[in-house]
């Protein structure tokens, strides 16, 4: 057991670290390669602090633990919006005026709907996960074609003032590329090989852990970069980082675990996980889109969505101690 508990800690550290390796080779990769900053923002940096959920989920469901990558999916949009919104939000107000951003809110209200129809009838077949990823590349591909159109956009600038800031070579942006995909993937298996030990020596359902232990761990990408970028004014990175993390992790995290291993779904996962997650999305379209003008997560919005997650945290442990 200790040696599992070991496994989860270093392969956490190291998941953080080559997800951030990752991200800073992709970003200046895509630079040299001509790439504009918009797509970066939107695409590489969303893509990037979403490859621990991916890694983690793929390699959970190739060796037969569906259950925890499903966790680790649903789990990660719930501490992306409550954890890291909220205590971003606390720390420093979001302001929210990116018109790109303005339309993801909506986008990820009806994706996060579509991911709970699928669930309805308790199992996720791989026809289910093949519409999750077709949606995906939709996306993706509307996305890019927005943002080369774009005349110009706020989230856009700051990547661009970002990554102008740089003075990394492009042999080193692959180099760092090359060895944060593969610290990505050894870290994976050290985290998702813990965490089972664990789950089967204390009688704990791997689903339970994929929601908390491997969710926060994979979300700390997310969590590091949103505070970095609000604190320096960049709320729309901010803002970004999540959105775009809990449209992959939807649709593309799910979608792969799913095509790997098809498999039954646990009733709580619907009328627990997945009520909560569409909760805080909903939460998250009334706060951040700003009917009434520009939009603003504030200082008390914070408040409560962090004091959401330490319900919703508090409710897991329970079920875990209490049975």
């Known amino acids: 057991m200790t040696l599992a508990v070991l496994a989860v800690v270093g392969g956490l550290a190291l998941l953080v670290w080559s997800a951030d390796r990752f991200v800073d080779g992709a970003s200046v990769t895509a630079r040299y390669?001509?790439?504009?900053?918009?797509?970066?923002?939107?695409?590489?940096?969303?893509?990037?602090?979403?490859?621990?959920?991916?890694?983690?989920?793929?390699?959970?469901?190739?060796?037969?633990?569906?259950?925890?990558?499903?966790?680790?999916?649903?789990?990660?949009?719930?501490?992306?919006?409550?954890?890291?919104?909220?205590?971003?939000?606390?720390?420093?107000?979001?302001?929210?005026?990116?018109?790109?951003?303005?339309?993801?809110?909506?986008?990820?209200?009806?994706?996060?709907?579509?991911?709970?129809?699928?669930?309805?009838?308790?199992y996720l077949s791989a026809a289910d996960a093949w519409v999750l990823l077709i949606v995906f590349a939709g996306l993706m591909g509307w996305s890019i074609f927005q943002g080369m159109r774009g005349r110009g956009d706020t989230l856009g600038d700051e990547v661009e003032e970002e990554l102008g800031t740089s003075t990394m070579s492009l042999k080193a942006a692959l180099t760092w590329l090359l060895v944060g995909l593969v610290f990505l993937i050894g870290s994976s298996r050290m985290l998702v090989w813990g965490?089972?030990?664990?789950?089967?020596?204390?009688?704990?359902?791997?689903?339970?852990?994929?929601?908390?232990?491997?969710?926060?761990?994979?979300?700390?990408?997310e969590l590091a970069s949103s505070i970095a970028a609000t604190r320096k004014g960049e709320h729309d990175i901010a803002l970004g980082n999540v959105l775009g993390s809990n449209l992959f992790n939807t649709l593309a995290v799910v979608g792969i675990a799913g095509t790997i291993h098809p498999t039954p779904v646990a009733p709580e996962l619907l009328t627990r996980d997945c009520l909560v997650m569409g909760g805080l999305t909903l939460s998250l379209f009334v706060m951040g889109y700003g009917f009434r003008g520009k939009g603003r997560i504030n200082r008390f919005e914070g408040g409560l969505l962090l004091c959401a997650y330490v319900a919703y945290t508090t409710r897991l442990v329970y079920l875990v101690v209490g049975g």
């Open 33 to 122: 390669a001509g790439m504009p900053p918009l797509l970066i923002g939107m695409v590489i940096v969303g893509f990037g602090t979403s490859a621990p959920e991916m890694v983690v989920s793929a390699l959970a469901s190739a060796q037969g633990n569906p259950s925890l990558a499903l966790g680790n999916a649903y789990g990660s949009n719930i501490s992306n919006i409550a954890l890291i919104l909220g205590l971003t939000a606390v720390i420093c107000p979001i302001a929210v005026h990116s018109q790109v951003l303005r339309k993801e809110l909506p986008i990820l209200t009806c994706v996060t709907l579509l991911a709970a129809f699928q669930l309805w009838d308790g």
């Open 195 to 221: 965490a089972v030990e664990i789950a089967l020596g204390f009688g704990v359902s791997e689903l339970i852990i994929g929601l908390t232990i491997v969710a926060i761990g994979t979300s700390l990408p």
